[in-house]
């Protein structure tokens, strides 16, 4: 989950879920969950990384173990946990994955293997119609990834629907970067208090502290407090007021980057439904940061403002197709890879549903550009584009086709030791899923 942004997305969102019920097709299909289940899922898969690294990074060597990867051949295995009693407001979710990946480099030379684990506890009680209140903390060992410059789209809401539907790359075992190895750990913390039937204030608190382990990187630390209201005066449109204010910290070698950001933003959201199973949401919104910097070595501090803008639409065009567009322009932080604040823009398009009960399809395509805030010239162009095909041969087995295309330049950027500024992916991949539940039904 490297390269992310100064924001936490949601602890759920960087798990496997657990598949979807009966009206997404055979697999997974088996009812509405009970209170109480827990299930598991299995994946192995194969297949090719066509990969292009830029003419002035160094090839992989026994001296250098966190080079790129080349070119080669790819075998992958995940499990993932999931166990959940209650619902809604009140519920304990636990949540665990953890994968193994051989990775083929340089002829000549060790394959690398790639080892991750994530682990997550999940809370939520209510209190009356009223209020409530969340907790989550997690933890996860993982090697080095492309897409955190799209992590800035977790601060978009949805568009009538909840945050965890705004689609967010995955961060694939698989897809690795360098071998090079994090621990990440995060905190989360919230509560909200409904004043009317219309009104809601909410709070909430995230941490997230990731740091190298055994090779070159920036230890970060990020801490971030966020206060909405909410009015929503029909049951299909609300404005939210925001307020969100970050502080992070980039330690390296001889010095600290300590960075402040306050965001002030205005959302109108709103939902159209169509028909059953057949709706329309938007949520459109905009504000301003403040940037801080302090000094470091020969810098000075420094001051910024900078424009925010936001934008989802969702159109779910039949109970088993939906489509969403999501857009953002905010500051980023490439938390453990360098200590520049960007100015960003990021694009984001989705569609996934089901063709036939055994058939289903996914796709997602991205981009997004961020300009240095302190630095004269630097910038980063990331693309990418994922999609999916998954084939159910039973309720507990499918088949997996999937191809990711990935490209990311760094432009005058002082980044830690071994990252490439320039890389290239094409990747395909071929396996077989399983999900088997061991207590309660889905």
Do not use: C
């Not at 950027?413 to 290239?424: D, E, K, W």
């Amino acid at each position: 989950m490297l390269l992310l942004t100064g924001s936490v997305s949601p602890a759920d969102a960087q798990f496997v879920q657990g598949p979807p019920g009966a009206a997404r097709g055979i697999f997974g299909s088996g009812g509405s969950a009970s209170s109480s289940h827990l299930g598991v899922t299995f994946d192995v898969e194969g297949g090719y990384d066509d990969n292009a690294i830029g003419e002035t990074d160094a090839p992989p060597s026994p001296t250098q173990p966190f080079a790129p990867f080349q070119s080669g051949y790819v075998t992958a295995a995940t499990a993932a946990m999931r166990f959940q009693k209650g619902r809604v407001e009140r519920y304990v979710l636990a949540l665990g994955s953890g994968s193994v990946t051989q990775q083929q480099i340089a002829s000549g030379l060790p394959s690398y293997r790639i080892v991750r684990g994530e682990g997550s506890l999940q809370a939520a009680t209510g209190q009356g119609r009223r209020s409530g209140a969340t907790m989550a903390v997690g933890a996860s060992y993982e090697p080095t990834y492309l897409f955190g410059a799209f992590r800035t789209l977790d601060r978009n809401p949805g568009a009538g629907s909840p945050v965890e539907e705004i689609p967010i790359p995955t961060e694939d075992p698989s897809l690795a970067l360098t071998e090079q190895r994090w621990l990440a750990s995060r905190a989360s913390g919230g509560a909200h208090y409904n004043w009317t039937s219309r009104q809601r204030l909410s709070a909430q608190y995230d941490g997230l502290w990731v740091e190298p382990i055994a090779g070159p990187g920036y230890e970060s630390r990020t801490n971030s407090a966020t206060v909405q209201h909410g009015w929503s005066p029909s049951a299909s449109a609300g404005l939210d007021l925001v307020y969100r204010y970050d502080a992070t910290a980039q330690v390296f070698e001889g010095g600290e980057q300590p960075l402040s950001l306050q965001t002030a933003e205005a959302r109108v959201r709103y939902l159209h439904p169509l028909s059953p199973g057949r709706s329309v949401s938007w949520m459109l919104g905009g504000g301003a940061v403040q940037v801080r910097g302090g000094a470091v070595g020969d810098q000075p501090s420094f001051e910024d403002y900078s424009p925010t803008a936001s934008g989802t639409l969702r159109f779910d065009f039949a109970r088993t197709w939906g489509m969403s567009f999501s857009v953002r322009r905010d500051v980023t932080i490439l938390n453990g890879l360098s200590a520049e604040p960007f100015a960003s823009d990021a694009v984001l398009m989705s569609i996934d549903g089901t063709v036939a009960r055994r058939l289903s399809l996914a796709a997602s395509a991205g981009y997004s550009r961020g300009l240095a805030l302190r630095a004269v010239d630097g910038d980063f162009d990331i693309t990418l584009v994922n999609a999916q095909m998954r084939y159910g041969l039973g309720t507990h087995v499918a088949l997996l086709v999937r191809y990711s295309y990935d490209d990311q330049q760094l432009r005058d950027v002082t980044v830690s030791t071994s990252f490439p500024s320039q890389y290239g992916r094409s990747s395909i991949r071929v396996g077989v899923t399983m999900w088997l539940p061991l207590y309660g039904t889905f």
